[in-house]
């Protein structure tokens, strides 16, 4: 055995370094491992996203999602603060632009009151005067929505848990997993040599690859990661005053998804979107993309047919756009006109791991699993990166709750469909 752990984190993205921080903190003593099989961290969804700080308009009142997200924005802000990152709190206008969105409006005004948001109703004179460049009905005016760069949060997390004792191992792709009464052995690759890892206990926040973690270990779960691509353009650097807040349309709560947005980066640019469209390859940020594998997983998967059946009508719309640039473009003219096509640059990709039931049904809360020695983060939906200092701890909990029932008030959680 190359090394024994009290703990091991299998993720390097934002939500496995804030875990692997968090548990060194309360453990100072143990030794703790954070494995991740890429070069660097967050090079996957936490480095593939808008870098939004979510204040929690969306969610169900109750649910993971809404009390991560509201306790995600203090924690993120204070830790960007002590540590010098920069954060923007450029406030967020959810624009209506015809009278079905008001009517959604008006449902998503009142959820904002139900988790405890202040927000503001903007009718259209007062829109206009805020945002010049936008055009709707009305809006919903979140102050408390922000920006930062999430990869260089995570960075900062991990040199605060490296700094504390803990150990990252980069370039290590798990590659097979087993436990026992007193331990887990976790089988990896290391730069192309084989490598074995113990852990007294196991956490894993893989994202994409949740659902063959569990498999690894022999978890029966009734869920599996469905890969969705969502793809930005980027204004021309005249646009980098453009807006004044971050810009999103009402969403259709039919959907997971928010819609194409305009939103302001931390850098000063502005970027359009993302869609929403089916990934043929869990890691696949090019244009065109095929995993083999990933297809077959998800060819033999009823979850899979059943969903894509459900939302045939959604996926070739946004099919269509993804190809045909007038139509994606047709969706930000509808709230932003100024907006031409040649305005529309490219820029990078972002991957979406969705959880799906076997029944079809799209997982929009934290999803949890786990055996004796392990816990699996299975689903961690947006906003996964500005809850991560809170989902962190709420694992931490979970963790010292599983080596020690008595600390447990009630049973480990599995977050609702």
């Known amino acids: 055995m190359d090394q024994i752990y009290d703990y091991i984190i299998i993720g390097g993205g934002i939500v496995g370094v804030s875990t692997a921080w968090q548990l060194q903190q309360r453990y100072p003593d143990k030794t703790i491992a954070l494995v991740e099989k890429e070069a660097g961290l967050s090079l996957h969804q936490t480095g593939h996203n808008s870098g939004v700080i979510?204040?929690?308009?969306?969610?169900?009142p109750g649910s993971l999602k809404a009390?991560?997200?509201?306790?995600?924005?203090?924690?993120?802000?204070?830790?960007?603060q002590q540590h010098n990152i920069p954060v923007e709190n450029c406030g967020k206008l959810l624009v209506a632009t015809n009278p079905l969105e008001l009517e959604r409006m008006q449902a998503l005004y009142q959820r904002c009151a139900e988790n405890g948001l202040d927000v503001e109703l903007l009718d259209q004179a007062a829109l206009q005067q805020r945002e010049p460049n936008i055009e709707g009905l009305g809006a919903i005016f979140v102050s408390t929505t922000s920006i930062v760069n999430y990869r260089q949060v995570t960075e900062k997390m991990a040199q605060e848990f490296i700094a504390l004792g803990g150990q990252v191992l980069l370039e290590t792709a798990v590659t097979g997993l087993a436990e026992t009464d007193t331990q887990v052995t976790v089988q990896a690759s290391r730069r192309g040599k084989p490598v074995a890892l113990a852990g007294r206990f196991l956490v894993v926040c893989s994202g994409l690859m949740a659902d063959r973690m569990t498999r690894m270990l022999g978890i029966e779960t009734d869920f599996q990661i469905i890969p969705?691509?969502?793809e930005y353009y980027q204004l021309p650097e005249k646009y980098n005053a453009i807006v004044n807040h971050l810009i999103y349309p009402i969403p259709d709560p039919d959907l997971p998804f928010l819609g194409v947005h305009l939103t302001r980066m931390i850098d000063g640019?502005?970027?359009?979107?993302?869609?929403?469209?089916?990934?043929?390859?869990?890691?696949?940020?090019?244009?065109?993309?095929?995993?083999?594998?990933?297809?077959?997983?998800?060819f033999t998967f009823s979850g899979f047919w059943k969903v894509t059946r459900k939302h045939l009508k959604t996926g070739l719309v946004e099919t269509?756009?993804?190809?045909?640039?007038?139509?994606?473009?047709?969706?930000?003219?509808?709230?932003?006109?100024?907006?031409?096509?040649?305005?529309?640059?490219p820029y990078p990709a972002g991957i979406r791991a969705q959880a799906v039931l076997k029944d079809g049904t799209l997982v929009h809360d934290f999803l949890f699993a786990e055996s004796p020695r392990s816990l699996h983060v299975c689903n961690a939906?947006?906003?996964?990166?500005?809850?991560?200092?809170?989902?962190?701890?709420?694992?931490?909990?979970?963790?010292?709750?599983?080596?020690?029932?008595?600390?447990?008030?009630?049973p480990v959680e599995t977050a609702a469909a």
């Open 320 to 345: 269509k756009n993804s190809w045909w640039k007038p139509g994606y473009l047709k969706l930000v003219n509808k709230y932003c006109p100024k907006i031409q096509l040649a305005d529309l640059k």
């Open 67 to 80: 009390e991560f997200c509201k306790a995600g924005v203090a924690a993120t802000t204070e830790f960007c």
């Open 54 to 60: 979510h204040a929690g308009v969306y969610y169900a």
């Open 381 to 410: 939906p947006s906003p996964a990166a500005t809850s991560a200092i809170p989902i962190g701890n709420y694992i931490c909990d979970k963790v010292a709750q599983k080596q020690n029932p008595a600390l447990a008030e009630s």
């Open 269 to 298: 640019s502005v970027t359009v979107g993302p869609n929403a469209v089916q990934g043929w390859k869990r890691e696949g940020y090019g244009k065109i993309n095929l995993s083999l594998r990933d297809m077959l997983d998800m």
């Open 228 to 230: 969705y691509r969502g």
